[in-house]
Nanobody
């Protein structure tokens, strides 16, 4: 069955960097869209970044200029490079893969930005 495994989360100081990775297994066709979402305590889940099959991207205003999403279709993996991290970036980050009519979610990985 389809499985999405996330890695790269952890504790980092403000201004630091992390790179998240999400590897999808058990899929036959490359996802039309791969993306990252996050949810902080007491807040709604929000879209962070998405990348389409043509490599076009879209970012939340709050992360533009700081985060970069990329994908490796040969490895069925999507990455999120997170630079200049702020305390407000603290959240659980979830990977998503999407085709028309079908989507899957990762288990989530925790990112904490704090001194």
């Amino acid at each position: 069955q389809v499985q999405l495994v996330e890695s790269g989360g952890g504790l980092v100081q403000p201004g630091g960097s992390l790179r998240l990775a999400c590897a999808a297994s058990g899929i036959t066709f490359s996802p039309s869209v791969m993306g990252w979402y996050r949810q902080a305590p007491g807040k709604q889940r929000e879209l962070v970044a998405i990348i389409n099959n043509d490599s076009s991207t879209n970012y939340a205003d709050s992360v533009k200029g700081r985060f970069t999403i990329s994908r490796d279709n040969a490895k069925n993996t999507v990455y999120l490079q997170m630079n200049s991290l702020k305390p407000d970036d603290t959240a659980d980050y979830y990977c998503n893969v999407w085709w028309p009519g079908l989507e899957y979610w990762g288990q989530g990985t925790q990112v904490t930005v704090s001194t």
